[in-house]
């Protein structure tokens, strides 16, 4: 069982910056694929990044690419999601999860799937104004 709590989320004017930060409860979070998803309200949620158990594989939307920044300390158990240049359309609550799936279905795009996330956190709302 593991425990995820988001933190860092705000309101922030239009090309600011926000650092979002999930920690994670027990001793077995570098076990974890972690990814970070966000819903806006009336829509899906929608998959915005994912970290590999090491940290060193990382995949992006689109969308933020080149804006956001996934990282991980499995020491402070701890997955980090830096966002910069954030734009009015990236308003939404904002989610971090962690993966059990397999190396082999994780690298194969399951992280893009909320389906294969076992844990949730309970999001953090960040509004960005124009």
């Known amino acids: 069982q593991v425990q995820l709590v988001e933190s860092g989320g705000g309101l922030v004017q239009a090309g600011g910056s926000l650092r979002l930060s999930c920690t994670a409860s027990?001793?077995?979070?570098?076990?974890?694929?972690m990814g970070w998803f966000r819903q806006a309200p009336g829509k899906e949620r929608d998959f915005v990044a994912a970290?590999?158990?090491?940290?060193?594989?990382?995949y992006y939307a689109d969308s933020v690419k080149g804006r956001f920044t996934i990282s991980r300390d499995n020491a402070k158990n701890t997955v980090y999601l830096q966002m910069n240049s954030l734009k009015p359309e990236d308003t939404a609550v904002y989610y971090c999860?962690?993966?059990?799936?397999?190396?082999?279905?994780?690298?194969?795009?399951?992280?893009?799937?909320?389906?294969?996330?076992?844990?949730w956190g309970q999001g953090t709302q960040v509004t960005v104004s124009s």
């Open positions: 999860g962690a993966s059990m799936a397999s190396r082999g279905s994780f690298y194969s795009g399951s992280y893009l799937n909320q389906n294969e996330y076992s844990y």
């Open positions: 027990g001793r077995t979070f570098s076990s974890y694929a």
């Open positions: 970290i590999s158990w090491s940290g060193g594989t990382t």
